[in-house]
T-cell receptor, first 117, second 109 residues
């Protein structure tokens, strides 16, 4: 089934530890995104990539890094986790970057629930 | 600043009609989206409006008034499976998506 696979589904992490959330898509979409979702807040963009080899900062990039070595994979790394990074993380992709006109629908992964203690 | 306002929670009865409102103040406008998100799951696309008026898609319709900074999602013939959160998002002049916090819709038998 075509779509986005995220791993892990859930993780409890000690503060100060390094963590990488994995994201793989098989739709050959050009653009990929990482969002965090917190109770009472809208989805907030962490980082994005309009095409393989390029990345950009979103609304809340501090403490996170990404890479886009190829079209399919877009891992998100927390270099030194802090409790405020406790959240549900969604990876998403779209055929074209949101900067282009048209509907440009986002397809989301199932999410990774991260708890930092 | 940019802002998307939606009611936090709404309750409706199975078989009825419900309207979920979304008002926005953004720097420019390049389209409005509605997504559905069941508890513990990923958001999924419902509708897209870029011009004023009503877009109908089966039991779901979405309306947009750009001059009023207003949209609504209309759900007809409500089913229990429609219990979910409904997210409104606006694409601003920089083509960035601004998301509302979502409206949790509870359907009662």
């Amino acid at each position: 089934i075509a779509g986005i696979t995220q791993a892990p589904t859930s993780q409890i992490l000690a503060a100060g530890r390094r963590m990488t959330l994995r994201c793989t898509q098989d739709m050959r979409h050009n653009a990929m995104y990482w969002y965090r979702q917190d109770l009472g807040l809208g989805l907030r963009l962490i980082h994005y990539s309009n095409t393989a080899g390029t990345t950009g900062k979103g609304e809340v990039p501090d403490g996170y890094s990404v890479s886009r070595a190829n079209t399919d994979d877009f891992p998100l790394t927390l270099a030194s986790a802090v409790p405020s990074q406790t959240s549900v993380y969604f990876c998403a992709s779209s055929d074209s970057p949101t900067g282009l006109s048209g509907a440009n629908v986002l397809t989301f992964g199932a999410g990774s629930r991260l708890t930092v203690l | 600043g940019q802002n998307i306002d939606q009611p936090t929670e709404m309750t409706a009865t199975e078989g009825a009609i419900v309207q979920i409102n979304c008002t926005y103040q953004t720097s420019g406008f390049n389209g409005l989206f509605w997504y559905q998100q069941h508890a513990g799951e990923a958001p999924t696309f419902l509708s897209y409006n870029v011009l004023d008026g009503l877009e109908e898609k089966g039991r779901f319709s979405s309306f947009l008034s750009r001059s009023k900074g207003y949209s609504y999602l209309l759900l007809k013939e409500l089913q229990m499976k429609d219990s979910a959160s409904y997210l409104c998002a606006v694409r601003d002049s920089n083509y960035q998506l601004i998301w509302g916090a979502g409206t949790k819709l509870i359907i009662k038998p």
